[in-house]
């Protein structure tokens, strides 16, 4: 049997790589396999949003009340792995890793998404869990290179064409949605939280891969490339 080790990059330093990315380009797949690869922990914030979104519709929180779902936000108990191997979301004590992935949360997160005074308090969650973990973490979202971690020693946006995304979304929820569910997930998702914040284009010193045309591995590898080029360290011998 072999073991395959990380590799290292940056030992004893900080290395933050920030991925953001529209739905479905992959970037949670990704992400947590290049977490894997350099022994990085591993941060999803977009379950975070998920998860503040269970918790108002479990305690009947009206999204649209900005004050009351940005109360829950300050008051939400929340638990998360943050490991690439470790997938558990709890909110309140409560495990909610699968249902936080129902279609009715993915519809309803975009209004907890662009609700400012939740967000804000979700970014100071995030940014604490990057230095509980040391600054060696990978943390992916739509905000990461610009307000969560605008100091990463790597910053990149993962991005895919509109057919591939919609192809790779289906796969992932196992052919059971239709095309206009699908466009509801993938892109009326990405329209609404544009408004807040700008997660398609890159900012300047933010690394842009395109993965339309490039396989699992494929996307991986040029992540790894572009975070070896923004700590100016070359492949390992």
């Known amino acids: 049997m072999f073991v395959t080790f990380p590799e290292r990059l940056r030992v004893g330093k900080p290395l933050v790589v920030a991925i953001d990315g529209p739905s479905g380009s992959g970037k949670s797949s990704v992400s947590k396999a290049v977490a894997r690869r350099l022994g990085l922990a591993f941060l999803d914030t977009g379950a975070m949003y998920r998860a503040l979104t269970w918790h108002c519709l479990n305690a009947r929180i009206n999204l649209e009340n900005a004050a009351a779902v940005e109360a829950a936000a300050r008051t939400m108990g929340f638990e998360q792995g943050l490991t690439p191997d470790v997938d558990f979301v709890k909110v309140n004590g409560i495990t909610v890793t699968g249902p936080i992935r129902d279609p009715k949360i993915s519809k309803a997160v975009s209004a907890v998404a662009i609700n400012l005074g939740a967000r804000k308090e979700l970014v100071r969650r995030q940014q604490a869990i990057i230095a509980d973990c040391n600054h060696r973490i990978v943390v992916e979202g739509r905000d990461i290179t610009t307000v969560v971690a605008p100091h990463a020693e790597a910053r990149l946006i993962l991005t895919a064409s509109e057919e591939a995304r919609m192809r790779r ?3 992932q929820l196992g052919g059971t949605q239709t095309a206009a569910q699908l466009a509801e997930q993938v892109l009326a998702r990405d329209a609404k939280d544009s408004t807040v914040v700008d997660f398609q284009r890159a900012a ?5 891969v395109d993965s339309s045309e490039l396989d699992f591995e494929q996307t991986v590898d040029a992540v790894i ?3 070896r080029r923004a700590v100016n360290e070359g492949p390992a011998a």
């Open 225 to 227: 490339d572009v975070v």
């Open 169 to 171: 979304r289906g796969l």
């Open 204 to 208: 300047d010193g933010v690394y842009t």
